[in-house]
Protein backbone atom coordinates (compact mmCIF):
# COMPACT_ATOMS: atom_id res chain seq x y z
CA UNK A 1 0.00 0.00 0.00
CA UNK A 2 2.88 2.19 0.70
CA UNK A 3 4.83 1.51 -2.31
CA UNK A 4 1.48 2.76 -4.21
CA UNK A 5 0.55 5.42 -2.64
CA UNK A 6 4.94 6.74 -3.32
CA UNK A 7 3.66 5.99 -7.07
CA UNK A 8 0.47 7.73 -7.02
CA UNK A 9 2.33 10.77 -5.58
CA UNK A 10 5.64 11.26 -7.61
CA UNK A 11 2.69 10.86 -10.58
CA UNK A 12 1.39 13.74 -9.08
CA UNK A 13 4.53 15.52 -8.33
CA UNK A 14 5.77 14.46 -12.40
CA UNK A 15 2.61 16.06 -13.63
CA UNK A 16 3.58 19.31 -11.81
CA UNK A 17 6.97 19.31 -13.25
CA UNK A 18 5.96 21.90 -16.81
CA UNK A 19 4.36 24.26 -14.37
CA UNK A 20 4.70 28.11 -15.35
CA UNK A 21 7.10 30.24 -13.71
CA UNK A 22 4.31 32.22 -12.09
CA UNK A 23 2.84 30.18 -8.60
CA UNK A 24 -0.73 29.74 -8.76
CA UNK A 25 -1.02 28.35 -5.58
CA UNK A 26 -2.24 30.80 -2.45
CA UNK A 27 -1.73 27.84 0.21
CA UNK A 28 0.62 28.79 3.05
CA UNK A 29 2.04 27.00 5.96
CA UNK A 30 3.28 23.74 4.48
CA UNK A 31 4.74 20.94 6.74
CA UNK A 32 7.95 19.87 6.64
CA UNK A 33 8.45 17.29 3.83
CA UNK A 34 10.04 14.46 6.33
CA UNK A 35 7.33 11.52 5.26
CA UNK A 36 5.47 10.57 2.68
CA UNK A 37 2.29 11.72 4.71
CA UNK A 38 3.87 15.08 4.79
CA UNK A 39 4.49 14.94 1.20
CA UNK A 40 1.32 13.99 -0.03
CA UNK A 41 -0.71 16.69 2.42
CA UNK A 42 1.39 19.20 0.95
CA UNK A 43 0.66 18.48 -2.75
CA UNK A 44 -3.19 17.86 -2.18
CA UNK A 45 -3.03 21.37 -0.15
CA UNK A 46 -1.17 23.09 -2.79
CA UNK A 47 -3.38 21.61 -5.70
CA UNK A 48 -6.47 22.49 -3.85
CA UNK A 49 -5.73 26.29 -3.22
CA UNK A 50 -4.41 26.40 -7.20
CA UNK A 51 -6.44 28.97 -9.19
CA UNK A 52 -7.91 27.65 -11.73
CA UNK A 53 -6.45 28.06 -15.28
CA UNK A 54 -8.94 30.68 -16.50
CA UNK A 55 -7.62 33.08 -13.76
CA UNK A 56 -4.20 32.26 -15.17
CA UNK A 57 -5.14 33.17 -18.34
CA UNK A 58 -7.02 36.56 -16.53
CA UNK A 59 -3.74 36.80 -14.56
CA UNK A 60 -1.21 36.77 -17.57
CA UNK A 61 -4.16 39.20 -19.60
CA UNK A 62 -3.43 41.67 -16.69
CA UNK A 63 0.31 41.23 -16.42
CA UNK A 64 0.85 41.26 -20.62
CA UNK A 65 -1.34 44.70 -20.29
CA UNK A 66 0.76 46.26 -17.57
CA UNK A 67 4.17 45.50 -19.49
CA UNK A 68 2.71 47.14 -22.81
CA UNK A 69 0.26 50.04 -21.86
CA UNK A 70 0.31 51.03 -18.04
CA UNK A 71 2.35 53.63 -16.77
CA UNK A 72 3.46 53.95 -12.89
CA UNK A 73 0.94 53.26 -10.08
CA UNK A 74 -1.37 51.94 -12.33
CA UNK A 75 -3.38 48.76 -12.14
CA UNK A 76 -4.72 46.49 -13.64
CA UNK A 77 -7.14 44.27 -12.18
CA UNK A 78 -8.76 40.97 -12.74
CA UNK A 79 -11.81 38.51 -11.63
CA UNK A 80 -13.75 35.10 -11.99
CA UNK A 81 -16.48 35.74 -10.77
CA UNK A 82 -17.27 33.98 -7.90
CA UNK A 83 -13.94 31.96 -7.62
CA UNK A 84 -10.94 34.26 -7.76
CA UNK A 85 -9.60 37.74 -8.10
CA UNK A 86 -6.93 39.79 -8.26
CA UNK A 87 -4.43 42.96 -8.99
CA UNK A 88 -1.42 43.54 -11.00
CA UNK A 89 -0.20 47.11 -10.06
CA UNK A 90 2.97 48.47 -11.85
CA UNK A 91 5.40 50.39 -9.31
CA UNK A 92 8.15 51.03 -11.08
CA UNK A 93 10.07 51.08 -14.46
CA UNK A 94 13.95 51.55 -14.12
CA UNK A 95 16.33 53.50 -16.53
CA UNK A 96 16.90 49.84 -18.60
CA UNK A 97 13.23 49.52 -18.81
CA UNK A 98 12.70 46.32 -15.87
CA UNK A 99 9.19 47.21 -15.10
CA UNK A 100 8.38 46.11 -11.31
CA UNK A 101 4.86 44.86 -10.20
CA UNK A 102 3.05 44.28 -6.88
CA UNK A 103 0.60 41.36 -7.33
CA UNK A 104 -2.15 40.33 -5.55
CA UNK A 105 -4.33 37.18 -5.51
CA UNK A 106 -7.36 35.58 -4.15
CA UNK A 107 -8.63 32.30 -4.19
CA UNK A 108 -10.63 30.76 -1.74
CA UNK A 109 -10.27 32.61 1.35
CA UNK A 110 -6.67 32.84 1.23
CA UNK A 111 -4.62 35.54 -0.17
CA UNK A 112 -1.45 35.80 -2.13
CA UNK A 113 0.81 39.05 -2.54
CA UNK A 114 4.58 39.08 -4.29
CA UNK A 115 6.74 41.43 -6.56
CA UNK A 116 7.60 40.60 -9.57
CA UNK A 117 10.07 41.96 -12.55
CA UNK A 118 9.91 41.55 -16.19
CA UNK A 119 13.18 43.12 -17.97
CA UNK A 120 12.55 42.74 -22.44
CA UNK A 121 15.55 40.99 -24.22
CA UNK A 122 16.16 43.36 -27.44
CA UNK A 123 18.22 40.09 -28.43
CA UNK A 124 14.99 37.46 -28.02
CA UNK A 125 12.58 39.75 -28.46
CA UNK A 126 11.01 38.57 -25.30
CA UNK A 127 10.33 39.34 -21.83
CA UNK A 128 12.45 38.25 -19.18
CA UNK A 129 11.12 37.54 -15.42
CA UNK A 130 13.21 37.71 -12.81
Not at 23 to 36: D, E, H, I, L, R
Not at 48 to 59: F, N, R
Not at 72 to 92: A, D
Not at 101 to 122: D, I, L, P
Request: with cysteine; hydrophobic share 40%; net charge positive.
Amino acid sequence: MQRMLILLLISLLAGCANTPTTNFSVATNYQANNSVAALGFNVIKRNHYTVPKVAQAEYNRCVDFALREMQVSEQCTWEVPGTSIGIVKLVQIDATGCHYMFNTMMYRGKQKQWQETACYSQSGKQWNFQ
